[in-house]
């Protein structure tokens, strides 16, 4: 299981760059020069953003337009251009994956996931839309990476926590929300687990 946040909420060089490009980046969400080279990872034109913590992002905006990106994770990133990083874990091809967004919406049924599978020369190979919070799709055999999107189906507001992938088989049914909770609470407790060894293991070395 992998564990996804909303951790890079805009683009850190964005105060840098030239006004016409930030222009567009105030527009919304845009590419620039391929599929994974984003000068924006949310959607910023209109929105009230607050990071309240890792795992809690508190996302606004009345007059989103339906179909809007607001949020992009890439499994491949060119920091030279987007001063982004890799923000997706690698899939094996032909392994069936669940993916499952956990948030606390103000309107029921506002977001839907929009998952895109790419191929070696940045062409779209497959798209899978997931018209609820969770659902299974197959990594794709041509695909030599991907990239997932929230997309707005009516949201205003939301309080985001994360985006989980979790492997399963061809025949397992998907997991519910307390299941996929439940392997959540595992992984923390493994990853606390490696940090307070790591740390024991630098005290040690000083």
């Not at 929105?47 to 992002?57: A, N, R």
């Not at 205003?156 to 299941?179: A, C, G, W």
């Amino acid at each position: 299981m992998q564990s996804m946040y909303m951790s890079t909420l805009y683009n850190y060089y964005y105060r840098g760059i030239s006004n016409d490009i930030r222009d567009l980046i105030k527009d919304g969400y845009r590419y620039f020069g391929s599929s994974y080279q984003a000068s924006a990872n949310i959607y910023l034109s209109g929105s009230v953003i607050k990071k309240i913590s890792l795992d809690q992002v508190y996302f606004e905006n009345n007059l989103l337009p339906v179909g809007s990106v607001i949020y992009r994770w890439e499994m491949v990133a060119n920091f030279d251009t987007s001063r982004s990083v890799p923000t997706l874990p690698i899939l094996i091809p032909n392994m069936v994956y669940q993916v499952s967004v956990k948030a606390t919406l103000r309107e029921a049924n506002s977001l839907y996931l929009r998952i895109l599978f790419y191929n070696y020369a940045e062409e779209i190979v497959d798209i899978k839309i997931i018209k609820s919070l969770d659902g299974k799709f197959i990594y794709p055999v041509e695909a030599d990476f991907y990239a997932i999107e929230l997309v707005s189906a009516g949201l205003k507001s939301m309080y985001f926590h994360r985006l989980d992938i979790v492997p399963l088989t061809i025949d397992t049914e998907n997991l519910s929300q307390e299941q996929v909770e439940a392997l959540y609470i595992q992984q923390e407790k493994r990853t606390d687990s490696r940090n307070r060894i790591m740390n024991e293991v630098i005290k040690r070395g000083k």
